[in-house]
């Protein structure tokens, strides 16, 4: 029997690291219900002593989701540790993932204390949380950067201590394959006691090699997790991408020889989920999941793939979500094709209740435009209006006017706690006008950091996906808003952002 990868994913604690990216615990609760559907093992649901936010983030997610481990961050002081445990209480398995900077430049510059201190902290740490559960990571913290000598000593130690699972960082993605690789095969072989934990890569991608480099770490060190996240999502360049990881340990089981639990079916599904969230938009030709992966443009690839799809196509698009039946949906399509669809995408819907009011917004949409696509069924089940019912601003309607050698003027109707408020404004455009009367009314004082507008599936007939980022007093909050009118769009967006920035904390850094 071959051996398995086990699948930590830690969008919804490095991936939420990213500055704009930040979830609320309901959005974090649904993107964690999404990866217990795909089967990851382990998901990160946060770092609980960060911020009230995030332990509450983790006490939901440990409460509801029941088929994987669930484990949180913490530095390693009692504190966190403590905070972490009771997060963590109510998870069928829990895991306490506690860290440490090794590096001498992290030791020296950032934590201010000797190697002898960071090494009996780090033990002390890791007894501790033995003592509230029974599965615990450690993380030497930009270990690869990490003296070799040192980080073996550190390691023996916590094992010793009773830590289940060894995780090497490559924190600031400096690592290349070959190197890192053969540095996790190293320590494996020179830590007298490394056949008691289960050793794991973390790489981040700022040299664009998290994958390549966590891929080397299995295959070359031995590893037997990786840590990622769905999109790449993570601070800076992002972290190793769990649908490009997953699917060539699959593709290449000739060559990787391993196991995996994950349902990829459900792949497409995550990854619209979190950049719909986040307002991370996935570019068009990134793997697996971006628009064009599996698009054949040239003549000769279609007429290949026509004859025999694999002389270009070395995974098939429906294994990882994409739909066989490319028959779109319209205004005739009933309830059930409409279910049925959500199926064939991966997407399960929270209740009966959940599935009337996205086919009532769906019956709206094909009012508007004759062909509704996967990518608008998508778009439609993430919009935050179908997801969350009950949220402080909605959109009603708005009327616009824009004609050359005039200063466009809009008039908008929305309510705010279930009244319905009108405002209007002029603005330099359709867009900055509609956004200003919202503002007149609601005065949130936010500065926008970002508004982006995507085409859902690639024509004028296509709906409009608008992200905005909204920044107030040091918080970051993105809102993302579909509809064919980029100008509604963008009013839903606004108003989705607002609605976020009410109810967020402050938060400690994990590297800091
Ligand atoms: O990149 C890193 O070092 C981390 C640790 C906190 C595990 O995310
Ligand atoms: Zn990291």
Redesign the pocket.
Known sequence: MADKLIIFDTTLR?GEQSPGASMTKDEKLRIARQLERLKVDVIEAGFAASSNGDFEAVKLIANEIKDATICS?SRANDRDISRAAEALRGANRARIHT?IATSALHMEKKLRMTPEQVLEQAKLSVRFARNLVADVEF?P??GYRSDVDFLCRVLEAVIHEGATTI?V?D?VGYAVPELYGNFIKTLRERVPNSDKAIWSV?C?NDLGMAVANSLAGVKIGGARQVECTINGLGERAGNCSLEEVVMAVKTRRDYFGLDLDIDTHHILAASRMVSQTTGFVVQPNKAVVGANAFAHASGIHQDGVLKARDTYEIMRAEDVGWSANKIVLGKLSGRNAFKQRLVDLGVQMDSEASVNTAFAHFKELADRKSEIFDEDILALVSDESVAHEAEKYAFVSLSQRSETGERPHAAIVFTVDGVEVKSDSDGNGPVDATLKAIEARVRSGAEMVLYSVNAISGSTESQGEVTVRLQNSGRVVNGVGADPDIVVASAKAYLAALNKLQGQSDRVA??G
Request: net charge negative; aromatic share 8%; proline share 8%.
């Open positions: 490095d961050l860290f993380s913290e930009d995780n960082p924190t973390h981040h994990a590297q």
